[in-house]
């Protein structure tokens, strides 16, 4: 295993500049200026610096990941993955586990904070259902969320899965290394990874073996794919990076929520320490894509990635109207004991659009981030498809790229 980053860390290490923290920048719109995208510089990725948040993906989502030609990735397919994944310490039946290395819990009603209640009392007054288990396949509506952090530890993949295997004679952990490119050879059916061009302490040299794995998530992944000469040709050309596979797809696609938060003033009393409420629209789904590009041949120069996530008029509308509905259940009297003034945004009534829509492109709309997509998955009839449904790179063989993301 070959990481840039060592040990674990602490609060600060989202905070750009860290030394924890890769501090990637991005742009949601065009009218907006870069804002921060906190990537994890340390064992155990962003695992170690993001919000611990354990959701699994909607189940109809996997199935048309497998309607258009990824076998094996239907939710049925995935299930028995996500139960050997977790240690759930609530919920115990077929579409749980009970005995994997990332333990989650939920936070039950008796413990929520005053603020979360008033949500809970709004929200079902306007008829969205109560779903205890967030991740049930029929679930939908209101849910405490599942999180990765029992008794204020942060249970990274790092503690979950590294920790307990640390001893094992076929692992090898080489931490503070810079990976540079995938070394690439000419084999009998066409190019062949054979190991990584890596650099630490101010040498550079290559670590050999059979099966090459990226796990640099989206946005480093795909940036490797494009310094070892695998992307789209006219990126390449431009930085003077010699084709060895030509994929289109290597960096396109980029996706993102979109996430656009209420922002009110709230009355005297309202508790402020330990506890805290935000109220953010993520638009899930979105048509809205964008791309990473290499800036230069140097690795340690981040690609750049940029998203037009408003562009489309589905997504401003369905934003738009995620903003309505959050206003609306603030609007409610549980909340009337904590909230002043509703100060932003402007949703905009239907005959206001343009306004609205200025409103959420050129000031509140934010990057969650939440890259993914840089590497598609996809058939063999998929133009741009970067890897087949065994995570296999098209063109090469022995390398794979596996993210969550």
Not at 8 to 14: K, M, P, S
Not at 63 to 69: H, I, P, R, V
Not at 282 to 307: F, I, M, V, W
Request: proline letters at 7%.
């Amino acid at each position: 295993m070959l990481k840039l980053g060592w040990g674990t860390v602490n609060l600060e290490a989202r905070a750009a500049g860290s030394p924890y923290n890769w501090s990637f920048t991005g742009t949601a719109t065009q009218e907006q200026a870069p804002m921060p995208v906190p990537r994890g510089k340390v064992l155990g990725g962003s695992s170690a610096i993001n919000g611990q948040t354990f959701i699994r993906g909607a189940p109809e989502d996997f199935d048309t990941w497998a309607s258009w030609g990824n076998d094996g990735w239907g939710y049925l397919d995935c299930l028995p993955y996500f139960r050997r994944l977790e240690n759930d310490a609530d919920f115990h039946d077929d579409f749980h586990g009970t005995d994997g290395p990332v333990p989650v819990r939920h936070h039950p009603r008796e413990t929520w904070p005053v603020v979360q209640e008033a949500f809970f009392q709004a929200a079902t007054a306007a008829g969205y259902p109560y779903n205890p288990d967030v991740n049930h396949p029929e679930a939908t509506g209101i849910s405490q969320r599942a999180e990765n952090n029992i008794e204020g530890v942060r249970m990274s993949m790092a503690l979950a899965y590294i920790n307990p295997v640390r001893h094992r004679l076929n692992l090898t952990i080489r931490p503070n290394v810079q990976a540079r490119r995938v070394a690439l050879e000419e084999g009998t059916d066409g190019k062949r990874a054979v190991g990584v061009e890596v650099e630490s302490g101010g040498d550079r040299f290559v670590v050999e073996g059979d099966d090459i794995i990226l796990c640099a998530g989206a946005v480093a992944s795909p940036q490797l794919l494009m310094l070892s000469g695998i992307g789209p040709a006219g990126q390449l050309a431009a930085q003077g990076i010699p084709v060895a596979v030509e994929l289109p797809g290597v960096g396109q696609n980029m996706r993102d929520h979109t996430n656009v938060s209420v922002r009110f003033s709230v009355k005297e009393g309202t508790p402020e320490d330990p506890d805290a409420m935000r109220a953010v629209r993520l638009r899930y789904t979105a048509t809205g894509k964008g791309e990473l590009r290499l800036e230069s041949d140097d690795p340690q120069n981040c690609a750049q990635h940029g998203l037009s996530l408003l562009e489309e008029d589905w997504d401003r509308e369905r934003l738009r109207e995620c903003v309505r509905r959050c206003v609306s259940l603030l609007q409610h009297s549980a909340y009337d004991r904590f909230i002043q003034e509703i100060t932003a945004p402007y949703a905009g009534r239907p005959g206001e659009r343009r306004r609205s829509d200025l409103w959420l492109t050129a000031q509140h709309q934010h990057l969650v981030p939440h890259f993914r997509a840089t590497c598609k998955m996809g058939p063999e009839n998929d133009p741009m498809a970067v890897v087949d449904p065994q995570l296999r790179v098209r063109g090469v063989s022995n390398l794979r790229v596996a993210m969550l993301r």
